[in-house]
């Protein structure tokens, strides 16, 4: 079964460290790796996302690291602030015929204190 | 000009009654998909419409499940006779071509959901 493997469960960081999330793959045929953001009472809403051809993707706070070798990928959030306090999830989804669906990894609850 | 937007809000049902849930999608997209989050889970995708075909109805836990799409607008997920187990955030998305038109990584678009609990 297609999997993709999230840690931690949670994640406790004081404002202005830095915020590190870990997922993992088995399926080779994934080649799109988004992240999303979820506040409470609210959809998941699209953070930022990386294809395999390169290795990392910043946009402003937050950086994908991706290791295709290693069928892994990351978030980091720098200068991690309580605004950010959220439930992130990790997603993949292959090419081909069922390229539409995102398999999720199960989600990090990230608190940033002040 | 809205995003997704999913109703009931909440909704509080018995075991063994039916419920109904609506989604309505961004205008203008074709692609519209309904995933579950049960506590503590990620999402898991439960069917992709495109237009108002469902060429991908695989993630539907059982023949309890169905939903239809009219044209490229809203769409209803039923669940008939439910069950304690299907007691779960129900979240809609949407995606302007959806994937099989796309060619893959198209960004989805959520709506808040819709909160079930099954007495």
């Known amino acids: 079964q297609q999997q993709v493997k999230q840690s931690p469960q949670s994640l406790i960081v004081q404002k202005g460290g830095i915020s590190i999330i870990n997922c993992a793959y088995e399926n080779t045929a994934f080649d799109y790796f988004p992240w999303y953001q979820q506040f409470p009472g609210k959809g998941p809403a699209l953070l930022i996302a990386?294809?395999?051809?390169?290795s990392e993707k910043k946009e402003g706070r937050f950086t994908i690291s991706f290791n295709k070798s290693a069928k892994q990928f990351s978030l980091h959030i720098m200068d991690s602030q309580p605004g950010d306090s959220a439930t992130y999830f990790c997603?993949?989804?292959?090419?081909?015929?069922?390229?539409?669906?995102?398999?999720f990894g199960k989600g990090t609850l990230l608190t940033v204190n002040p | 000009g809205a995003g997704v937007s999913q109703s009931p809000s909440n909704k509080v049902t018995e075991k063994g009654k039916d419920v109904e849930l609506r989604c309505d999608p961004i205008s203008g997209h074709t692609a519209l998909y309904w995933y579950r989050q049960r506590l503590g889970q990620g999402l898991e995708f439960l069917i992709y419409f495109q237009g108002n075909s469902a060429p991908d109805k695989s993630g539907l836990p059982s023949d309890r499940f169905s939903a239809e799409r009219t044209g490229e607008s809203v769409s209803t997920l039923t669940i008939q006779r439910t069950q304690q187990e299907d007691s779960a955030v129900y979240l809609c998305a949407s995606s302007l071509f959806g994937g099989l038109l796309a060619g893959g990584g198209e960004t989805q678009y959520f709506g808040p959901g819709t909160r079930l609990l099954v007495l």
């Open positions: 990386i294809r395999p051809d390169v």
């Open positions: 997603a993949a989804s292959g090419s081909g015929g069922s390229n539409y669906k995102l398999t």
